[in-house]
């Protein structure tokens, strides 16, 4: 009897997915069944995909069947992929073309308002995911990945990186703690990813083995030329003690997030929507990251349902420093940006002062100053900053200085 | 222009269909069907039929019980009564949608009196009517002409069904019994409260549905009329929605209806991320177009995406203080809301979909009950269609014609009913939004299954991944030219969701037709043809 494997999903309630059940035998050529949703329509496309994805591999014996609930072709060569490869071991990469809408790199010092999570599972939600226009979009092969699907998640994964166009958003992957985390980077430094979040962080030596590995890769394919940066997850009394190191202990470390459920389990305390208990951990994150010089990323807000609530906790975070948030709804999205964005009152007090010091620039002054009044250099770098972050989420306009009324 | 004599052993011997012709909009579609010769679709406002409204006989009150009470112990005795006889139409209507007890009850009946080829002609067919097949199957009815949903759609399409099916919109009904193209035999009105008088409504009682709109043709050309409710008030009954003059008899029974599956779960506002983007790009493209203005008119159909619009009208009239001067419903509490707020000064309802729509409707002299002929009908002196400003509407399929599809699914399957689709068309402004694709299901592709509104008359495809304009809108497309919406050609939508899904493969279909879709006028716009094995 030949090895045996079943991948993806099926069942009540599942779309864009298919599960696929494969036995390698001895005789009889390929016996393949395809049942799917979508089987007026591409049925013998499925067929022509599978026997395809079974032939790039060798396999001439096999019985395989497709239950298919309307999946994307990425997905069922994910599925085939993966389950070929539970029963087979073998070098070969059965790989989508990476779109070229895909090819862009990010800025280490980009917007990193909102970050959506979708489970690296789930290809339904990955589709669309992009249209909702997160600043970054987190394919978790970590905790929203149940244990036994870890690996067909990988492949899956992969082909969303190659194949699906997530509009600008910086392509983000989590990855696994540990040696199967640095293993997941084999599926995603090839294929184009932007950056990686590397979960429980406790000491820099985790950013340093990640490094190695992506460096590991990079020198064995000459074809990757982007950059790849890292986000460590402060989830641990611990990783919050050791903040600092961890924040300024690679130059690709763009930021540093922190992951409050974790967090507070490690405290031994509950979360609470005032959040009085990682007050202090949220603080050093903040604190850390800015002395390193990256943008610290706050915790997730659960409750999908509650925009004001949302709302508010975003305005205490921003109060609190964090350039970010992460979130698991599209809803979220825009209540993320609303609240990270600079308010009208901030920038018309911004546009008052980046008026004035480029008047004094101009004049040669060394001070800026409004009307008898001095204004600090800190003063003036913040209104820079809130004066771009207004022309970046076009609540101002470019040429806003030639119309500008004192 | 109908039998009136009492068959006893009535065989239809004219075939289902007959003559088949290319009609204006490109389709082949037969010019006989069950044995009555029919007009090809010649294009938008191009049929006007000459002659008289159908009529039905004169009665005369002395015929009927002086002391007004038509009460009837049962609806067995109440249909032999009216001449419950083989090969005849009965009518129901939908207002209890997939709560309805009454419509299954008359096939039952007429079942187990060996009664043979009736036609039954719904206003709508719901999953509730499931049981209907066996009726289709043994010959108690041999065709539904109205709406064939879900189970009974599967069975037409798989050529089961002994008539051909026809199918036609809210107004296209109205209009086939008004200028005589079906006679009523026997109409059986579900009334969740009545007189014995025949007086009836839809607001009170605990099967309370709304209007009762859809029954008024029926009340109105039927030969007999026999009104059925679980909740007898004394005469008389206020208001009267049903004019008693026009009933026969009264049916009083324990309960007519379901009635948390008469106001049902389907018409709340969706949780979906992806089509309340859909719902918030339309709201935007109607602002950015000029469209939203201070006494403006909106009509939004019953899914979860065009109910969602109401969010986003509300947000944009709250903030300039303006109002819309009516929205027609379907009605449900989103849109009570909006009223209630004074956001809309008017609900002109056909049918509500929440108990909030039905005390609204009850209570709120601004929330006011109309008919498929007030709304709808192509043979009245205009109707309120074309007066509205704003449309929204979903679809199952549009094609780079902007011809779009309502009652078949890619896969060839009949699933859907026409509903009041084809008559808001009329509108000024009619969006769709509608899903690039559905798992890996294209909406937008070369040409539609189905053709059931012609592409003429849809102005916005709004999608999750770009915002089609048609070309004939050019005053759109001029006031488009800056937005800051993404704004493609349909051309380029297909693409992309070919791009994502794959070229589709078209749906293997016999030649036989089982099947046709009625346009506004009564002219035949499209043919439904049985699925190959």
New interface residues.
Partial sequence: MGAIAATGNKGKGIRSDCFVSLELTDQGGIQLTVESKVAVMYGADIRKQVLDVIDFFGISNATIKVEDSGALPLVIAARVEAAIKNCLDTDKDYLPPLLDENRYSTAKDRNRFSRLYLPGNSPSLMINAGIHKPDGIILDLEDAVAPDKKDEARFLVRNALCGINFYGAERMVRINQGERGLEDLEYLVPHHVNLILLPKCEQPEQVHAVNKKIAEIVNRKSSIVNPIWIMPIIESALGVINAHSIASSADNVVSLAIGLEDYTADLGTRRTLEGTESFFARSMVVNAARAAGIQPIDSVFSDVGDMEGLYQNVLRSKALGFDGMGCIHPRQIRVIHEAFAPSPEEIEKAKKIVFAFHKAREQGLGVVALGTKMIDPPVVKRALNTINLALKMNKLAENWRETYVQ | MCNKEVTTSHVPSHPKYDKLVTNAAGRIVPTVINGRPQVPYMGVGKYKPDGFRAAPKLSSCVDFPADGNKVIPTLKEALLKAGLRNGITISTHHHFRNGDLVATQIFDIAHELGIKDLMWYPSASFPCHEPMTKYLEDGTINRIEGSMNGALGKFTSEGKMKGLGVLRSHGGRYQAVQDGEVHIDIAVIAAPTADFFGDANGVNGSAACGPLGFALADSEYADKVIVVTDNLVPFPCIPWQINGNRVDYVVVMDKIGIPEKIVSGTTEITKS??R??LAEWSAKFCDEAGLIYDGFSFQAGAGGTALSIGIYFSEILRERGWKARFARGGSNKYLVKMLEEGLVEYILDGQTFDLDGVRSMRDNPHHTWTSPFTSYNYHGKGNFSSIVDIVILGATEVDVNFNANVVTH???YLLHGIGGWQNTLFGKCVILPVPLF????PVIRDEVTTICGPGELIDVIVT??GIAINPLRTDLIEKMKNSSLPIKTIQDLKEEAER???V?????FTDEVVAVVKWVDGTVLDSIKKIAK
Avoid at chain 2, 438 to 441: F, H, I, L
Avoid at chain 2, 504 to 508: R, V
């Fill in positions: 991320p992806d309340l983007l890619s896969d060839g559905r798992d890996r299901n999750e991944r994502i899904c794959g589709p493969d078209k749906p293997k």
